[in-house]
């Protein structure tokens, strides 16, 4: 289990100086919050920074955007102190994508994300990286998923090639993919059973790490990626009780999230008690839009759900909240979380080589202390045959980039993307599909490896494969074959062959 760490003992202070450090460290205060005209500029040099993201939620999925069932009073209360964004977008429209879409600032596939369960690429630059060269200790808790493995979220072994600490975080308990209730975790490798809802686990875990290293005198950099609301849904019988109307799968789903918003309120507690909540940039967005088939729909009225690249796939919640510098209010810009990584850059000045390049994100930076009027930069998606385009208030999508057949929507006239306008748009519509076209060609460079030193892909990418098919965890499947969330992939994984001993 954890052990405590205690944070190192005070200097002894002579009585003079004794005298002098209140004022001292008042004045420091007041020199760390002032603001110039830019509102940024005079701020805290080195801001701590925690990245928080829902797995599966929907951008219709909050109290503040009006659920008729769902209360989310933390998020909410987020929403109100922070920079509420109305059109934030995943990376992709499914999960490891957007993973490695916050890591690296780019598209996934220049990264070799694929899809779900592809491995993120060793010659990538991720923001744990940077941020730990700059000074910061750094720690991830909850689901990974870009090591290549898929099924259900099982503890990341310490042999793993591709684990968080080899994407720059000091410090992890993590998960290889989805998790719920009383999960297995791995602790830097070491495997640890854990009981209670995922959500609060993972944060419960970021909190002791907030708590080691806040005396530390290093800037703090945290991600928690939650496990909740992507299925199977098992959620905490008093938390799901509210939605006992609702089907199963539905009242479990919500029920998730219920624990997953009480969780949230843990962590923004915590940052207050430890008394670095003014200094901390604190990040929330959901990993991809809201699924199907769950009672009310999850995607506020917007077309399509998750793996689709209307606006229903890939628009969702987000906020930012940084009360020493961020003005609360509703933003109607675009931003997306490629745009992470370039924000946080900008903040610390960092030099241009920790990122790859090229870089599909923006950096937010004057966003935080007002409005931009236009976003300077399309964010562009590619999904498989899907991609699309928005370019501020127009969006282009394909559904198939090898046939060429587009559309194009004014998204702030129509979100729910009912009305085509490629044909009443034509000076619109031929700019972005020369503008997707030509960054789909930059894309097929980067996916070749052209964007590394070495001009190629080193290692090989990895084929996706199911964690319980791979030799590494065959020793552990006597003892995990019973447990409710491995237990009918295993029976699965298994079937074929009691079948075939039966006909011989």
């Avoid at 000091?170 to 059973?193: H, K, Y």
């Avoid at 005198?217 to 509210?242: C, E, N, R």
């Avoid at 399509?304 to 229903?312: H, P, Q």
Wanted: net charge neutral.
């Amino acid at each position: 289990m954890s052990r405590t760490v205690l944070p190192p003992s005070p200097p002894t202070l002579s009585p003079t100086r004794r005298r002098l450090a209140p004022l001292a460290f008042a004045l420091f205060a007041a020199v760390l919050t002032l603001r110039t005209t830019d509102g940024l500029s005079a701020s805290p040099a080195r801001p701590n920074i925690v990245l928080v993201m829902a797995d599966d939620m929907g951008w219709g999925e909050t109290g503040y955007r009006g659920h008729p069932l769902l209360k989310t009073p933390h998020l909410d209360a987020m929403a109100v102190g922070g920079l509420r964004f109305e059109r934030f977008y995943a990376g992709a429209p499914v999960c490891s994508p957007t993973r490695a879409s916050v890591l690296t600032g780019r598209a996934n596939d220049r990264s070799g994300v694929l899809s779900h369960g592809y491995a993120l690429r060793l010659q990538e630059k991720t923001i744990a990286q940077a941020l730990r060269s700059a000074g910061y200790v750094t720690g991830h808790f909850g689901k990974w998923h870009l090591n290549g493995l898929r099924g259900p979220g099982a503890p990341v072994l310490a042999t793993d090639e591709r684990h968080p600490g080899r994407f720059g975080f000091d410090e992890w308990v993590s998960v290889t993919n989805f998790f719920d209730l009383d999960p297995l975790m791995s602790r830097a490798g070491q495997i640890e059973e854990f009981t209670g809802d995922s959500s609060e686990i993972a944060v419960a875990e970021a909190v002791k790490f907030l708590e080691k290293h806040q005396a530390g005198g290093q800037p703090m950099f945290a991600v928690i990626w939650y496990g909740t609301p992507h299925s199977p849904f098992k959620a905490l019988p008093d938390d799901k009780a509210p939605f006992s109307q609702l089907d199963e799968n539905s009242a479990n789903h919500y029920g998730e999230l219920v624990a997953m918003d009480r969780s949230l309120g843990t962590l923004r507690q915590a940052l207050r008690r430890l008394g670095i909540a003014d200094n901390t940039l604190l990040v929330f967005c959901s990993d991809n839009g809201g699924l199907p088939r769950i009672t009310p729909e999850t995607v506020g009225g917007l077309r399509g759900n998750k793996g689709s690249v209307y606006e229903g796939g890939l628009r969702v919640p987000g906020i930012i909240e940084w009360p020493a510098i961020v003005k609360p209010r509703i933003t109607h810009f675009p931003a997306c979380t490629m745009d992470l990584f370039p924000t946080v850059a900008d903040i610390l000045g960092l030099p241009n080589d920790v990122l790859v390049r090229p870089v599909d994100g923006i950096s937010l930076k004057p966003l935080l202390s007002g409005e931009i009027r236009e976003r300077r930069q399309p964010i562009p998606f590619r999904f498989g045959s899907k991609a699309a385009l928005v370019d501020h208030r127009y969006k282009l999508v394909t559904d198939n980039l090898e046939r060429g057949e587009f559309q194009l929507y004014d998204l702030e006239s129509d979100p729910q993307e009912t009305n085509d306008l490629s044909a009443a748009q034509p000076d619109v519509f031929a700019r972005l599909k020369q503008q997707l076209l030509a960054w789909n060609e930059t894309v097929e460079a980067s996916v070749a490896g052209r964007d590394y030193p070495k001009g190629r892909v080193t290692p090989p990418d990895p084929e996706p494969q199911s964690w319980y098919d791979t030799p590494a965890y065959q020793p552990y499947l006597p003892a995990w074959k019973t447990r409710w969330e491995f237990k009918p992939y295993l029976e699965r994984r298994d079937k074929p062959k009691k079948t075939a001993k039966a006909k011989r």
